[in-house]
């Protein structure tokens, strides 16, 4: 008799006959007619720890054809054992990879010793599994390669948090594609849109300088503009609640510039602004508000004094601040601050109280807005 052969029960052998068991496809056929059965509805108890011992018993068979058809029949079965279950994880990736994906008889520690031991192909099983605990999402960040990356962040069911996001990006920093299919996802946290954003631009500040389609100066004004607009744009959808963190992460790495305060109320984006002069003067955002919305100019400079903001900045803020303040009232329930629509009036507003002013008034407030800058001669938010 045939080692193969030797490998299966007596019961196994009455049942379906030595003959029967040394073929291989006769084995395959026996297999497919077992996943039919315990599929169908009326299906008793008895039957199915009949399936569950041909499966047993040929899950180690020799033919992966009949290994990955039980694979595929047992991964999401309620009445198949978990050690029945670990020893099929155990396969090679063709087959294990259903195992690791569908059945919900693995834990996280079964999960995460497979993401160390396994390769690629049972890595992207696991990071595509639904409902992907946070530790078998760590495991996989540590351990998973570009592509597996991809897969878990795809995943929108996995418990990716915002640390892990962050982490993730850290790792792969320099990918397109990872970039983009962060911004893909609804749950990216304003700080980490943000860190991509100033990445993509520094980015395409060098290629741009590198090819000499650009000139440095010329190169840098161009992507710090489109970044400055990007962060405050950002800010439109960060609750208050989470808005001074914003804010203080981008004064901790450097970027809450003079600059980028200056358009974020020129364009009409208050809620930025405020914060950012409430976290440079260390004041309480509801006393801060209260201040700068005071017609008192000494008060105003007094603010933007302790906020560290350039005495040159002082009379232009004055006059955007005023700008929105009127907008607000002429449009009430019309136009809404955080919107393009409003942030391209907001700019039109300013443009005009602009060409109201004196010659030499004018000339001023070119020079100012230059080198921040800010361009309000085609009234557009840029």
């Known amino acids: 008799m045939s080692l193969e052969v030797n490998l299966y029960s007596q019961s196994l052998k009455d049942i379906f006959g030595v003959e029967n068991l040394k073929n291989g496809d006769a084995r395959l056929s026996i297999v497919k007619q077992m996943a039919d059965l315990a599929g169908t509805p009326a299906v008793s108890e008895a039957e199915l720890e009949i399936v569950h011992m041909v499966f047993s018993e040929f899950y180690r068979d020799n033919l992966m054809a009949v290994?990955?058809?039980?694979?595929?029949?047992?991964?999401?079965?309620?009445?198949?054992?978990?050690?029945?279950?670990?020893?099929?994880?155990?396969?090679?990736?063709?087959?294990?990879?259903?195992?690791?994906?569908?059945?919900?008889?693995?834990?996280?520690?079964?999960?995460?010793?497979?993401?160390?031991?396994?390769?690629?192909?049972?890595?992207?099983?696991?990071?595509?599994?639904?409902?992907?605990e946070n530790q078998v999402v760590l495991s996989l960040i540590e351990h998973g390669s570009i592509e597996v990356i991809y897969a878990l962040v795809e995943n929108q069911t996995a418990d990716l948090n915002a640390h892990n996001l962050r982490q993730l990006y850290i790792n792969?920093?320099?990918?397109?594609?990872?970039?983009?299919?962060?911004?893909?996802?609804?749950?990216?946290?304003?700080?980490?849109?943000?860190?991509?954003?100033?990445?993509?631009?520094?980015?395409?500040?060098?290629?741009v300088t590198n090819l000499n389609w650009l000139g440095k100066k010329q190169a840098s004004t161009i992507t710090q503009k489109s970044y400055e607009i990007t962060v405050i744009e950002i800010s439109a959808d960060i609750a208050d609640k989470d808005m001074m963190d914003y804010i203080k992460r981008l004064s901790v790495e450097e970027r809450l510039t003079s600059s980028l305060i200056l358009r974020s109320i020129t364009t009409g984006y208050m809620k930025f602004f405020e914060y950012s002069l409430a976290y440079l003067s260390g004041m309480p955002i509801k006393k801060l508000h209260s201040l700068l919305h005071n017609p008192n100019g000494s008060t105003r400079n007094a603010l933007f004094s302790r906020s560290k903001l350039p005495q040159d900045l002082h009379p232009i803020l004055t006059i955007a601040i005023d700008v929105y303040k009127n907008m607000k009232l002429q449009n009430a329930g019309n136009l809404e601050p955080g919107t393009h629509e409003f942030s391209v009036n907001m700019i039109k507003n300013v443009t005009e109280h602009y060409h109201a002013q004196p010659a030499n008034g004018q000339a001023y407030l070119q020079r100012v807005l230059d080198c921040y800058y800010i361009d309000i001669s085609d009234r557009i938010a840029a």
């Open 67 to 132: 290994r990955l058809e039980i694979a595929k029949a047992i991964c999401e079965a309620e009445y198949i054992s978990r050690h029945l279950i670990l020893r099929m994880a155990e396969d090679c990736a063709s087959v294990s990879q259903f195992i690791l994906h569908y059945s919900t008889k693995l834990s996280a520690i079964d999960l995460i010793d497979h993401v160390a031991r396994g390769g690629a192909v049972k890595q992207l099983a696991i990071a595509n599994r639904q409902q992907l």
């Open 172 to 207: 792969f920093s320099m990918d397109a594609g990872l970039r983009s299919l962060l911004c893909q996802r609804d749950d990216l946290p304003g700080d980490l849109r943000e860190l991509i954003a100033y990445d993509v631009a520094k980015t395409l500040e060098a290629y």
